[in-house]
């Protein structure tokens, strides 16, 4: 090992703007999930678990009325695929956290913002990611598009707002763990929410005191969104985008401060 | 600005000024009123027991922490009011490599400039610099993953060095490292020191503290009670230990009396193991006239040796020692 007493590295002039900074916190984010190929095989293993037993398992005992099943299924796990992927995102905020990578970055000159919108950036792809392979797979199991190829691009665009919005809620759910399990842990209540709405059975066949909770949590809306767009009717659109809107704007500046007292 | 780690600008000024820091968490206090001055371009080894407050020190001096009360100065800048400030002149290496494994070295460090605010090409030249300094260059572009324990503290060091941070704020930076990693992570940091960077490490090892310090401060319970140049430090605690065990609970306090007759120091006693011992000032002939009083007085003892005194003893003489500073203050 050589050491030299004249190393000469410069000072930065200043510290990182927020775009800059964001863009090394994603570029890492993304290096580690392109790098680790388990992180991939395993949402894609997973999606197509689910699938199968939702498609041949349940799905010849849930009464969709005229939709056929497939039809009804696939929209709606699409919508909510980050629901189930979302947990390793709180995982890792809370082993960053746990690990000393978030005490380092906060120790440097960084804004605190970037390292949300970092992060988000960087998960809001991976999710994208998590969409499409699962849009593949549900063609695979016979879902058919019901309208043109321009309104499943906008249930796309729906999805995608989606992504971005869980992605935040379960970077909020990691920076309050205290550790990777527990974060393993909470991100489990999403699917409370993903299930009890009418992504997977319509709300209607649930007991009547469980249905105003199904009806009125924000899943259901924005399932239904999706389904609207498939058809061609952007009638329920407004509701999915409030509450999309609402979880953002309440959890991006929880993440911030959080991160600013960390 | 543009400037080098080999001769930091500016004025001499102190690297750390602490006066009445207080960090509380809940009814924990974990910093008491802290007060220390580090003198520039120093290694300054914060000492102290599990829970002392180390930790919290470092991570209130890197801005993680905020204190509840008291003033910190970290190279003039007021860790409250200008915590922005501080976070350009410091560099953190904590208890864990935070590094990702999932990257090379290189592209660790590269990130690590360029969140210290450094363009693409300064950053690139950056981490090129630090990677030879610490020995990196074979395994510059290994995924980390991949290093050795030494190795990737050593690449946890030079992530704090990118931004060329005129304080270098190492946390318990050997500890779970075996020898050989512990001797690596020992060499940058004297390397980094004889070029002028000014060092803040907290150890529980009074050997490392040894081997890199020019100050010790040592703390307990959130509050220093010692500090000063090691050597001194060491004269005045770092003695062997005259110790004593009798098999007759009755004669500890006539054996623990010849104890401190031969010392003239106060021994400690542990009644349950009927131990007692003191520091041996004057090193084996000390021993040999304890044995000859105790003979002479007729007291039976069960065993009696001189051996090096744990850390534990160091923390407790230099507990006893800081009682009439602790008094002057109040």
Redesign the interface.
Known sequence: ????????????????GTA??AG??A??AL??YI??PSLSIMSIVQAGMFLFSFRYVFGGAIHTGSVSYVDYLVPAYVATIVLFTGGGIAVAVAEDRA???T????????PRLSLVLGRTAADSSTNVWSILTTAALGFAFGFRLPGTAADALAAFGLCLVYAVVFTVVFIVMGLFAPNAQAAQGMSLIAFVFAFISSAYVPADSMPGWLQPFAKYQPITPMVDAVRALLTGSSTDVGLALAWSGLLLLVCTPIAVLRYR?? | MTTTTGAPPGPAGPLIEATGLTVRFGKVTALDGLALTAPARQVLALLGPNGAGKTTFVRTIATLLRPDSGELRVLGHDAARDAAGVRREIGLAGQFAAVEPAMTGRENLEMTARLFGHGRRAARQAAETVLGQLGLDEVADRRCGTYSGGQRRRLDLGASLVGAPRLLLLDEPTTGLDPVGRREVWAAVRGLAAAGTGILLTTHYLEEADELADQVVVIDHGRVIAAGPLSELKASVGRDVIELSVADAALLDPAADVLAEVSSVTPRLDRAARRANVPAAGGPAELGMVISRLEAAAIPVEDIGIRRPTLDEVFLALTAQSQPVERSRA
């Open positions: 090992m050589t050491m030299t007493g004249t190393i000469s590295i410069s000072r930065p002039a200043h510290a990182p800059a900074a090394q916190v570029r890492r290096l580690k790098r680790t690990q000393g990578f005490d380092r970055l906060l120790s440097l000159p960084v007292q960390a």
